[in-house]
């Protein structure tokens, strides 16, 4: 009984949860699924390729707002992707998507991000931070200058009328992420979901599994729902020993394998002190790209570095 109503509690909206259940579960016959796949002529598809660029998706690509990272993307993230963003840890992971949720919150994208490793308040902190440029890490209200607590009340106020939701849960598997994630697009819209990070997911092991499989779960499951919602999903990933290098590789991704298949875009990030230096090694819909963005870590900020003219 306890349990029941334990269990009932959990589950605010059970009609989403089943629906979110549904689409993890459909996942692995979802390739196929996906594809409907059947022989086509080539004027069938070239008919349909030219209906997709009519396509009012292509309008919800969702923007980065670093202009060599968008270039890459074709515009930034798409519809239907699942894109990955690896680096070690301490090498700005965080802070980049921190700034890329506010970057498209600006241009009027709507984003929910899964924080598994920060309570919310420090995520707003360090948005507030950023937007603010001041090193928020050490001021209290009462030994704060004053333009400096100007400058803060002005990024918070502003941070309020941007369209983010965050959910700061400890602990949640892809069902709970995809539940989530459809209820919050059905409430008031959604354009994005990014989660930090991937190795912090709940995962189901079914006896017998290997953790590679049940990785490949958690990406499978991630791609449904950029799928289903028709929005792209963008997954930290912590990058083992291995990958700690100037040239990090898609095998360097932990429990490989199925996060470099399943990803659509795969993103490395290594910080180099005041710079990040950004590896685009894997994207289906565009080209690789390495450029550099300006990182100044004590105001969680990373900024495109402008061309010299
Ligand atoms: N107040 C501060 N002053 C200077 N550097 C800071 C400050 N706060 C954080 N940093 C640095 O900024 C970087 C933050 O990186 P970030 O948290 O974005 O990395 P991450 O890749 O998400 O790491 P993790 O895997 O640990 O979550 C770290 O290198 C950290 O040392
Ligand atoms: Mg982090």
Do not use: C
Request: hydrophobic letters at 45%; proline letters at 3%; a neutral charge.
């Amino acid at each position: 009984m306890l349990e029941a109503a334990h269990a009932e509690a959990a589950d605010p909206n059970t009609e989403t949860m089943d629906h979110a259940r549904n689409v993890v579960a459909a996942m692995s016959a979802f390739a196929l699924a996906d594809t409907k796949s059947r022989p086509v002529s080539m004027s069938e598809a070239v008919a349909s390729w030219a209906k997709g660029l009519d396509n009012p998706e292509l309008l919800r690509v969702v923007p980065s707002g670093f202009y060599d990272f968008d270039d890459a993307l074709g515009g930034g993230f798409r519809p239907g992707t699942l894109n990955l963003l690896a680096g070690r840890p301490g090498h700005g992971k965080t802070t980049m998507a921190l700034n890329i949720i506010a970057n498209a919150a600006e241009r009027g994208f709507k984003s929910l991000f899964f924080s598994l490793e920060m309570p919310r308040q420090e995520v707003v902190t360090k948005m507030i931070a950023s937007r603010a440029r001041v090193d928020i890490s050490n001021i209290t209200i009462k030994r704060a200058k004053d333009d400096v607590l100007a400058k803060v009340a002005a990024a918070a106020g502003a941070f309020r009328e941007l369209p983010i939701t965050i959910d700061d849960a400890a602990s949640l598997g892809v069902v709970d992420i995809a539940a989530r994630a459809a209820q919050t697009q059905t409430a008031g819209g959604l354009d994005v979901v990014i989660v930090d990070y991937l190795q912090l997911i709940t995962m189901e092991r079914a006896k017998g599994d290997t953790k590679d499989e049940a990785v490949g779960r958690v990406t499978k499951a991630l791609k449904a729902i950029a799928k289903d919602l028709r929005i792209p999903v963008v997954a930290l990933s912590q990058l083992n020993r291995e990958g700690d290098t100037d040239d990090p590789q898609l095998s360097h991704l932990r429990d490989s394998g199925n996060l470099e298949q399943d990803a659509d875009t795969v993103t490395f990030i290594r910080r180099k002190d005041k710079q990040a230096d950004i590896m685009v090694k894997k994207n289906r819909m565009g080209r690789t790209a390495a450029f550099s963005l300006r990182f100044v870590a004590q105001h969680h900020r990373m900024d495109s570095v402008s061309y010299e003219a």
